[in-house]
């Protein structure tokens, strides 16, 4: 349970005394709601293998919609074919969807590809395409995002007649691009404006790593007020082999978000192992998944998206070039049905060569998810909990008499039911706290749909 102290100015009464108010608080832990973390990275052509993502407890899809699949040919010409597909599939599925709004056209990029941005003359067709594809979709897309990776070199490339290159000519191309992005927010931010109480708006996907901008999230942050106009802070976090990135980039785009967008949730929407082939992954990628998972999730993460779903670059990806099934995605299957609907992740600290996360799921259970690259075998009786049941990353069952030692593999261990209050507590306060943020900014009616997922 939770004790408060709230102190409230007597304004009712005229008064600029201050009131102090204790009480203490915690209702039932099912009460909450669930954080349906799992997702993966897809696009519209990948719709024929959404029901394999739906079957590995997969429960969000980050799916882009191109200017130029709605628009391909001008700006008074609509095709809605092929996103109406992979949307619809998607609510059939019952699948959850964050849209992507990036990229330009044949006909309004300043430049050789769609990662060119648009010309400054295509400002208003900009606007309206923004603006149409939310009004359409707002209803049937959980979340949006405006701009993949601005900060990377591949993606939002400046080039002739843009309005970073119209109205600063001599600025450098790294200011370019920091201009031209403002610039595009500030146009999706009146563009979007008749729909923002309806709809749940995450930041661009920052890379922050690779070939990118380095000082560009920070160069953000200095822009007064810049982070609030969103409701989640989307960054990607790559590091195969190493855990340590994700860690790091979790705790840097927590620091933006207390300073910025107190009470916003993280969502990692890209992160994976790259440098290798879908169809002959490393030997560790399943054992590398699952503990990405539990450690984002334990370091303050609330959704992890695998990048990604199908093929493309070089990713290791869920499904091989063929359509069939990668190592990963029985693992991954194998992950959600032992770690389903946690209400909350605390990462294991304290043990000597374990790590791992609790998960505290919807049911009242308890799971551990735990592993170890010791060189020397750790004795599950030094642990400082006992379980019932034990299962190893691939689903297999393990004697519980007989399984005595940790590998560097991720086994689930069941905990029981006997959820410690203050765990629970921290679920529901964690959940309170966002709900009255976002009140204090948004009707209520606009809670409930953001604390959908």
Not at 61 to 66: E, H, K, M, P, W
């Amino acid at each position: 349970m939770y004790y408060f102290k709230v102190r409230i100015r007597n304004l009712i009464l005229g008064g600029a005394a201050w009131t102090t108010l204790s009480f203490i608080w915690c209702v039932p832990a099912r009460a909450a709601q669930p954080m349906e973390p799992f997702g993966i990275g897809t696009h519209w052509n990948e719709h024929q293998y959404y029901q394999l993502a739906k079957d590995a407890g997969i429960e969000w899809l980050r799916l882009d919609i191109n200017w130029a699949h709605v628009q391909p040919n001008s700006a008074n010409e609509w095709n809605w074919s092929n996103v109406d597909t992979a949307i619809n599939k998607a609510e059939s599925l019952g699948l959850k969807v964050l849209a992507i709004m990036s990229y330009s056209t044949s006909w309004s990029r300043s430049g050789g590809d769609i990662n060119f941005a648009h010309r400054e003359e295509f400002d208003d067709a900009y606007k309206t395409q923004l603006a149409t594809i939310v009004n359409r979709y707002k209803d049937r897309v959980d979340a949006w995002e405006v701009m993949n990776e601005p900060d990377h070199n591949n993606f939002l490339k400046i080039g002739t007649g843009t309005w970073a290159s119209n109205n600063h000519p001599t600025a450098s191309a790294t200011d370019k691009r920091r201009l031209q992005y403002m610039h595009m927010m500030d146009l999706a931010t009146t563009a979007l404006a008749p729909y923002r109480s309806e709809i749940t708006l995450t930041t661009s996907g920052y890379a922050n790593g690779g070939n990118h901008d380095a000082g560009f999230i920070d160069h953000l942050a200095q822009q007064p007020g810049f982070f609030a106009k969103h409701d989640v802070f989307n960054g990607h976090a790559y590091g195969y082999p190493s855990y340590t990135p994700l860690k790091n980039k979790i705790t840097e785009y927590e620091t933006i978000r207390d300073q910025q967008m107190p009470g916003a949730p993280i969502w990692i929407t890209e992160h994976g192992i790259t440098n290798s082939s879908p169809d002959n992954p490393p030997a560790d990628a399943g054992r590398y998944m699952v503990r990405s998972y539990a450690t984002a999730l334990a370091s303050g993460a609330d959704k992890l998206f695998w990048f990604r779903h199908m093929p493309g670059g070089d990713h290791v990806t869920l499904l091989k070039s063929n359509g069939q099934p990668s190592i990963l995605l029985p693992i991954y299957g194998v992950m959600t049905a032992h770690w389903n609907d946690p209400l909350s992740v605390t990462e294991i600290t304290g043990i000597t060569g374990v790590e791992g996360a609790i998960a505290y799921r919807m049911d009242g259970q308890q799971v551990a998810i735990v592993w170890s690259d010791q060189a020397q075998p750790i004795a599950l009786g030094d642990l400082p909990f006992t379980f019932t049941q034990a299962f190893d990353m691939w689903g297999n069952g393990i004697t519980v008499t007989s399984f005595t030692t940790l590998s560097a593999n991720p086994t689930y261990l069941y905990l029981g039911t006997s959820i410690p209050e203050p765990a629970s507590c921290l679920a529901l306060f964690a959940g309170a706290a966002l709900a009255l943020v976002r009140r204090a900014k948004r009707p209520a009616a606009t809670v409930n749909h953001f604390l959908k997922g």
